[in-house]
């Protein structure tokens, strides 16, 4: 058994043992021009406009729910290697010989373009852990 006689080495020591037992209290933040990612999974309001319109467009349903790839390209790997001019033409013109819609029609990923593209570059990056995100507090 190990004792302690010093009253005050046993106070610091309690002490660091309760601070042990406390959750981390500080944050984990990500931010670049394009998005902001607290904790891995909270975001700015323009990246969970972003995270709604890809589910809204069901943009899910060809490239995974994790964007891991499906019948589509993983958009993991692709966000890496894409321009911003590419991705804008692919999503609005679609290469459809090749089974990507074009979604020039469509007023939520028209509207949503540049929320889409932060959130997927988040997650491209690795900045936005899971795939599903909420707002930061
Ligand atoms: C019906 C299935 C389908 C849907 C829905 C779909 N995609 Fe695709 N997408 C594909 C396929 C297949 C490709 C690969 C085309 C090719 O081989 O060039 C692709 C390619 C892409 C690419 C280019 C990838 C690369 O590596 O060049 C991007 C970016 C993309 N899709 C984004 C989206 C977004 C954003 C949405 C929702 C708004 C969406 N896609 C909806 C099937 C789909």
């Known amino acids: 058994m ?36 607290v904790d ?11 995270f709604r319109a890809w589910r809204q467009a069901n943009c899910a349903a060809c490239h995974g729910a994790n964007q891991e790839g499906l019948a589509g390209p993983s958009l993991i790997e ?8 590419q991705f804008n033409q692919v999503v609005l013109e ?6 990507m819609p074009p979604h020039k029609q469509a007023p939520i990923v028209v509207d949503n373009l540049d929320a889409i593209y932060a959130y997927l570059k988040g997650r491209s990056d690795g900045a936005i852990k899971t795939s599903r995100v909420t707002a930061i507090e």
């Open 94 to 99: 679609g290469r459809v010989e090749r089974g």
């Open 40 to 50: 891995g999974n909270k975001v700015d309001p323009k990246t969970l406009a972003g």
């Open 2 to 37: 190990i004792m302690i006689r010093s009253p005050l080495l046993a106070a610091s020591l309690a002490c660091v043992l309760a601070a042990a037992a406390l959750p981390v209290a500080s944050a984990q933040e990500v931010k670049t021009d394009l998005y902001t990612v």
């Open 78 to 85: 692709s966000m890496k290697r894409l321009t911003r001019e």
